[in-house]
């Protein structure tokens, strides 16, 4: 058991990769950017940031990632997808997670807007979640819990490892849900 911080890799072809780069870095762990498939070895866990799902999708068929991403899924790695990385990781996609997305559910660009939710594992109140021409969870399988909801649509599920949220945690100013998929790295590792 290393008691080295967590090294994470955060998807890097396109989204908002850095905002999620520097909330990891604030809470302790090691972080790199992920480009071609050599960048994913030794990762301890891996965010795939918000962005544009079919930007993203054509990246990741460009650099060969799509199996290898699924191959570190399955090996057990810790997963945090948000909004456009909820997407890459459902059963259209990157058929990680037992679910489908509705890609820009709420709306385009001017439909953006923030809420407050509740998140029964979390402590300290209501999170703050930015919403931009966000995703929810369609359909889901019946391993898959969700976690939130606004207006009678999931935005926030887990299975096993995997945690997605629709909206952008690393912009709402409140790391719990990094901090949490942290934990959730470290139980992985084994301490």
Do not use: Y
């Amino acid at each position: 058991m290393s008691a080295e911080a967590p090294l994470i890799g955060v998807l890097a072809l396109q989204g908002s990769f850095a905002a999620h780069i520097r909330v990891l870095s604030e809470l302790g762990a090691r972080t790199r950017e992920v480009r071609v498939g050599a960048d994913l070895e030794g990762l301890d866990g891996l965010v795939l940031p918000g962005g544009e799902s079919t930007t993203m999708t054509l990246g990741i068929e460009r650099e060969g990632l799509g199996a290898p991403l699924r191959a570190l899924a399955a090996a057990g790695t810790p997963m945090l997808g948000t909004c456009a990385g909820l997407i890459m990781l459902d059963r259209k996609h990157l058929r990680v997670i037992d679910m489908e997305a509705r890609r820009n559910a709420f709306g385009r660009q001017i439909h953006s807007f923030e809420a407050d939710l509740d998140f029964a594992e979390l402590e300290g109140g209501p999170v703050h979640a930015v919403f931009i021409r966000a995703p929810w969870i369609a359909e889901h399988g019946p391993g898959v819990e969700l976690l939130a909801e606004i207006d009678g649509h999931a935005v926030a599920a887990r299975q096993g490892r995997i945690l997605v949220l629709s909206f952008h945690p690393e912009l709402g100013g409140d790391p719990r849900l990094h901090a949490r998929f942290l934990e959730d790295v470290r139980a992985a590792r084994g301490g």
